[in-house]
């Protein structure tokens, strides 16, 4: 009997535990975390507020009633009262609900209105949601970037252990500044994807098409964990949110060190489509690439998923003519699931994971494919080779 209480509990927990993650530690609570914004412990206390008020009502309600059926039960005397209507009970039970309504859409309306002042930020992020990962995009500081789970497949397989923070940990986490106001503008290039970060109160969906708007000001530096919250498709639960909060002065020297960053990437991108690799140095970019990018959908073995994602092993566009598995890599194809990689992968990793593809998982056409190759066909697709043709 015990050993069953103890497990009804541990499922209660589960079912109605509330995430909270602050500095890298989690805890599970049975209420909402306060988090580490203003905002957030404005929501929190609404909570509080409507959840006491609730209470309230719940103990005059109950309680009426639980004494009305004790004191005037049958087996005292009680004799029912032979009345139809009452104008007065009437009224009073209109108006008392309306003035309680009132007063709780008081404090409601000035919280949800404080959550929707994007005003005077000091920094605007655009963030996009792709099947599935992040996209992060600072304003006017030329910095942007894709976020994807670090969980490796094995973990997720059940392989190796899994870590203190599985599938809630990314390559590239999105870096902010505490004492800021951030600004972020939310959209998505497929599907519907929702960010939130629990610690923040910012929950808002990212629509193709169609801008959100959200913010947040951090208190404490940290690093904060939430995940997508709408079901978008096969690997919803792989696309995890990760915030690094940091102070203002070390926020500006990630900055600037991410600059160096990206500035360099672009020049070693540049210098690859001189190189000729190998074969293995291929191969083994490949697949990396393949694993982190394509395995999602494809499945690490390359065999897809029947009706959902096609397999590689064997496919028409895998054997077939190089420039159009290169096409399908850089531009992907409308009307399906595949999405193009042109801005999220370079040349280099685009040339060695066409050819993992056609050297491995099954298939062997002997074909390599340089960055050379993938930066003239992009180059054959841009407006200006096409207006002079």
């Not at 103990?59 to 639980?66: I, N, Y």
């Not at 951030?182 to 610690?199: A, E, G, K």
């Not at 370079?346 to 050297?359: C, P, S």
Request: hydrophobic fraction near 40%.
């Amino acid at each position: 009997m015990k050993r069953l209480q103890v497990t009804l509990w541990r499922v209660t927990g589960l079912l109605f535990a509330g995430y909270a993650a602050s500095s890298g530690a989690e805890e599970r609570t049975f209420n909402m975390t306060k988090g580490v914004t203003d905002i957030s412990g404005k929501v929190y206390d609404l909570h509080m507020l409507i959840f006491y008020i609730c209470c309230a009502i719940a103990l005059v309600v109950f309680g009426a009633m639980f004494y009305s059926m004790y004191h005037h039960r049958k087996s005292k005397g009680a004799v029912a009262a032979h009345f139809h209507e009452s104008t007065k009970v009437e009224i009073i039970w209109t108006v008392i609900p309306i003035i309680i309504l009132v007063l709780m859409a008081i404090p409601a309306t000035k919280t949800l209105v404080a959550m929707e002042d994007t005003s005077q930020s000091d920094l605007t992020i655009r963030i996009t949601g792709s099947q599935w990962k992040w996209h992060y995009s600072y304003f006017n500081e030329d910095v942007e970037f894709y976020s994807l789970l670090a969980t490796s497949q094995k973990a997720i397989d059940g392989v190796e252990e899994k870590g203190a923070h599985y599938l809630l940990e990314v390559d590239n986490p999105l870096v902010l500044p505490i004492n800021r106001k951030v600004r972020f503008l939310l959209t998505s290039d497929d599907v519907i994807h929702s960010w939130w970060v629990p610690d923040f109160a910012v929950k808002k969906d990212t629509i193709p098409g169609f801008i959100n708007e959200a913010w947040t000001r951090i208190d404490e530096p940290g690093v904060y964990r939430g995940q997508c919250a709408e079901l978008c498709g096969r690997a919803h639960g792989f696309m995890p949110v990760v915030v690094h909060a940091m102070e203002e002065q070390e926020y500006d020297q990630w900055l600037i060190a991410k600059k160096q960053e990206i500035a360099k990437a672009k020049e070693e991108a540049a210098a690859s489509l001189t190189a000729t690799l190998s074969k293995d140095e291929l191969m083994t970019l490949g697949e990396k690439t393949y694993l982190d990018r394509c395995a999602v959908c494809h499945q690490a073995n390359g065999a897809g998923i029947p009706g959902a994602f096609p397999a590689i092993t064997g496919s028409k566009v895998a054997t077939g003519e190089v420039s159009t598995h290169i096409d399908t890599v850089l531009n992907g194809r409308p009307g399906t699931a595949m999405q193009a990689f042109a801005n999220q992968l370079t040349d280099k990793e685009i040339a060695a994971v066409v050819t993992y593809q056609r050297n491995g998982l099954g298939n062997s056409t002997g074909d390599l494919v340089q960055a050379s190759d993938v930066n003239a066909m992009r180059a054959s697709e841009s407006p200006t080779s096409k207006e002079g043709e």
